[in-house]
């Protein structure tokens, strides 16, 4: 299984490298008031990728935070109910 996980890492690696090769065109990348980025097109796709992904991380950490603490609290409300059933037992 580890054999089949490292071909498919290759691959993708072997494809993505591929891609970066044949889209080394310049690009220039308007913004307001007349500034302007200019980059190859692999660099620029990349840095919106990582962008876009670490604003999709920052979005789910409140989610994240929220649940946590939700855990934490049942775990607590669980102790507090089997120390409650130890000490009376029925």
């Given at each position: 299984m580890r054999y089949i996980g490292w071909?498919?890492?290759m691959l993708l690696f072997i494809v993505l490298l591929g891609f970066a090769?044949?889209?080394g065109q310049p690009?220039?990348?308007h913004y307001f008031f007349g500034y302007e980025w200019q980059s190859s097109l692999v660099v620029a796709l990349l840095l919106f990728?990582?962008?876009g992904a670490g604003l999709g991380v920052l979005a789910s950490l409140g989610i994240w935070f929220r649940q946590r603490r939700e855990i934490a609290?049942?775990?607590?409300e669980i102790a507090d109910l089997k120390k409650h059933l130890d000490i009376h037992p029925e």
């Open positions: 071909v498919l890492q090769l044949k889209n690009v220039t990348l990728f990582a962008v609290r049942m775990r607590r």
